[in-house]
T-cell receptor
Framework: GNSVTQMEGPVTLSEEAFLTINCTYTATGYPSLFWYVQYPGEGLQLLLKATKADDKGSNKGFEATYRKETTSFHLEKGSVQVSDSAVYFCALVLNDYKLSFGAGTTVTVRA | KAGVTQTPRYLIKTRGQQVTLSCSPISGHRSVSWYQQTPGQGLQFLFEYFSETQRNKGNFPGRFSGRQFSNSRSEMNVSTLELGDSALYLC???????????????FGPGTRLLVL
């Protein structure tokens, strides 16, 4: 079946540090890929998406590129802020109408 | 546009009871999905509805059921509650649910269910 594997963390960084969260997927076909973010006590918010190979999704300084050859969708941000502290989920959807999520990566940014 | 709304936001029940959770999708969205989030199992897909039809179902026991109304609002029901059903239940809506270009699932704030 379809699945997502992501770095579980937790990840602790200082403000202005570079953030990378690795995400790889297994799918029978060409899925759409997503990064969602969850702040404490809240639901999931879409951070960015990519729907085909070599697409780059970007939002709020975060970027991720859909790499078909390595089946990856790593999330990066060049300079994190305390407000970026959250749990980040990588996910995919194919033709079965459901999102398959990774386990989530907890990111804490210290001032 | 108003976002996805879920009611109630918090719920406390005892074992053996049943519970009904409600989800109102974004206006114009016809696909509604439900997910269970727990610390141990993460985010797990429960089911997806489109135009009042269930198109996919996750690996949950028959105690978990859902339905969708003609206005796209959805409810999920859990009967004979167990302690392990304590979780955050998230609802998401999208236009068609395909995940294709332009398709995104938007999540509500969730209903936190505690079973005692």
């Amino acid at each position: 079946g379809n699945s997502v594997t992501q770095m579980e963390g937790p990840v602790t960084l200082s403000e202005e540090a570079f953030l990378t969260i690795n995400c790889t997927y297994t799918a029978t076909g060409y899925p759409s890929l997503f990064w969602y973010v969850q702040y404490p006590g809240e639901g999931l918010q879409l951070l960015l998406k990519a729907t085909k190979a070599d697409d780059k999704g970007s939002n709020k300084g975060f970027e991720a590129t859909y790499r078909k050859e390595t089946t990856s969708f790593h999330l990066e941000k060049g300079s994190v802020q305390v407000s970026d502290s959250a749990v980040y989920f990588c996910a995919l959807v194919l033709n079965d109408y459901k999102l398959s999520f990774g386990a989530g990566t907890t990111v804490t940014v210290r001032a | 546009k108003a976002g996805v709304t879920q009611t109630p936001r918090y719920l406390i029940k005892t074992r053996g009871q049943q519970v009904t959770l409600s989800c109102s999708p974004i206006s114009g969205h016809r696909s509604v999905s439900w997910y269970q989030q727990t610390p141990g199992q993460g985010l797990q897909f429960l089911f997806e509805y489109f135009s009042e039809t269930q198109r996919n179902k996750g690996n949950f026991p028959g105690r978990f059921s859902g339905r969708q109304f003609s206005n796209s609002r959805s409810e999920m029901n859990v009967s004979t509650l167990e302690l392990g059903d304590s979780a955050l239940y998230l609802c998401a809506s999208s236009l068609e649910g395909t995940g294709g270009p332009g398709e995104t699932q938007y999540f509500g704030p969730g209903t936190r269910l505690l079973v005692l």
